[in-house]
């Protein structure tokens, strides 16, 4: 069945005032932002959305992990009905970028705004939400749409990977909450119908291409490893070189070794040792100590297992050194049938778009673990820079984005089947 909306229309210049808006939260000399989760920036740049919120007429609520969610309900009836959701987060990596999440949130915000406008009777409730730290800055990443869905790894929220962050416990009791309530965050998974993320797309494909937009098929798997290498501390300028064991200069071998191994294994999987400590750190002391991050990444859980198993040899042939699995994500498929009808919203808008997978994590990778269809669509950045200062979109693929998001929940809202969860993919159907 062909629905058209004419009524529904997203605003372009609205959606790039609050998108500029909210990138002077946490901006930086160099133009990107530093706006860790819970960070001074973050709870500002939560605060003035929230308003956004407000303004736009969704009744906000926080919950006990601080997500914050915006609702609207229907004009009768259906106010128990399972919602669609649609949201992304606000916090950053590292002197990161203005749009990666932000976007997200702002043409949700848009969407849902353009959706009331159109004076559309929308027959379940609409939510927005911002997940807390789905960087990972604290802990593993993805926090807030796990601890919704009830998927947090054992006492999470006191864990920490010793990354200066602090728990987040800590960060919560900061804002007011107790971490003892953290698990009233989880919901069940009927409360949803779907869970629509819009995102940019952080890699050079549809940039280069000239396509506004990406339609998700699936997301990686990712795993996340904390190492420790072990040496001793001692004078740099009294002990011999001889007679050193330098914490550094074995984890430099197994940086480059990790490096081959993954490389060993094809184009398929990645791995990124991103984040290094030295302790304790100083010109004229050998490391005693070393800390690191592994992140692997794969679609393919067969090409983690043997990462993992290889990596795991290299460790053992290195005195003093171990590696501790923090996190593992399994992959996710996005649900079919919301592929098809983005796919159908964009032609009927003229839209080009084109499938594609995913190698970055996203909040909307944790909804179908507990069986809720999920769809991503992705927007280009240019050159596909992101996690650096450097990225940045053009506001007319953001206006498109919008309005193809804004177009899908309506669909979704007004009956449209998601029977396809699970279910592969059909490829190249895209332009
Ligand atoms: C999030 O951006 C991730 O892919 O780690
Ligand atoms: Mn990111
Ligand atoms: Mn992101």
């Not at 706006?35 to 500002?44: E, K, P, V």
């Not at 081959?260 to 490391?287: C, Q, W, Y």
Request: proline letters at 4%; charged letters at 25%; one cysteine or more.
């Amino acid at each position: 069945m062909i629905m058209d909306f004419p009524s529904l229309k997203a605003n372009k210049r609205r959606l790039r005032k609050d998108l500029e808006s909210l990138g002077k939260f946490g901006e930086g000399p160099d133009g990107g932002i530093l706006r860790t989760a819970l960070s001074d920036a973050d709870l500002q740049a939560r605060e003035w959305f929230k308003g956004r919120m407000r303004d736009a007429g969704l009744w906000v609520r926080e919950d006990a992990v601080a997500n914050i969610i915006g609702r609207l309900e229907p004009a009768s009836g259906a106010q128990g009905a399972p919602c669609i959701a649609t949201g992304s987060h606000m916090d950053a990596v590292l002197h990161g970028g203005k749009f990666d999440g932000a976007v997200g949130l702002c043409c949700s915000l848009e969407a849902l705004r353009a959706i009331q406008e159109s004076g559309l009777s929308i027959p379940c409730p609409l939510e927005l939400i911002i997940f807390t730290d789905e960087e990972g800055a604290h802990y593993a990443g993805t926090f807030g749409s796990r601890a919704m869905l009830n998927l947090l790894v054992e006492d999470e929220i006191y864990k920490s990977r010793g990354s200066g962050c602090p728990f987040l416990a800590q960060s919560l009791e900061r804002m007011g909450k107790d971490p003892r309530q953290s698990g009233k965050a989880a919901r069940s998974p009927s409360e949803f119908r779907a869970f629509l993320e819009l995102h940019i797309e952080q890699g050079p494909v549809l940039d280069s291409l000239g396509i506004p937009v990406g339609v998700v098929e699936g997301i990686v798997a990712i795993d996340r490893h904390t190492i420790e290498v072990e040496g001793k501390a001692g004078h740099a300028g009294t002990t011999p070189m001889r007679l050193r064991d330098d914490a550094l200069v074995k984890a430099a071998g197994f940086i480059t070794a990790v490096n081959r191994e993954v490389r060993s294994l094809g184009s398929d999987i990645v791995g990124t040792i991103g984040e290094m400590k030295v302790h304790p750190g100083a010109f004229n002391i050998i490391p005693g100590r070393v800390e690191m991050t592994l992140d692997l990444r794969s679609m393919k859980k067969s090409l983690l297992r043997s990462a993992r198993g290889k990596i795991h040899e290299v460790l053992r042939s290195i005195p003093g050194a171990r590696m501790e699995t923090i996190l593992s994500k399994d992959g996710s498929r996005m649900d079919r049938k919301i592929m098809e009808l983005i796919e159908e919203v964009c032609r009927q808008r003229g839209v080009s778009w084109k499938r594609m997978g995913s190698g970055a994590g996203h909040d909307a990778m944790t909804f179908p673990t507990r069986g809720i269809p999920a769809g991503m669509l992705f927007i280009p950045c240019k050159d596909g820079k992101s996690h650096c200062p450097e990225e940045s979109i053009r506001w007319e693929d953001a206006a498109i984005g919008a309005q193809v998001l804004a177009d899908t929940i309506v669909r979704i809202a007004h009956g449209s089947d998601l029977s396809g969860m699970g279910k592969r993919a059909k490829r190249g159907k895209g332009k």
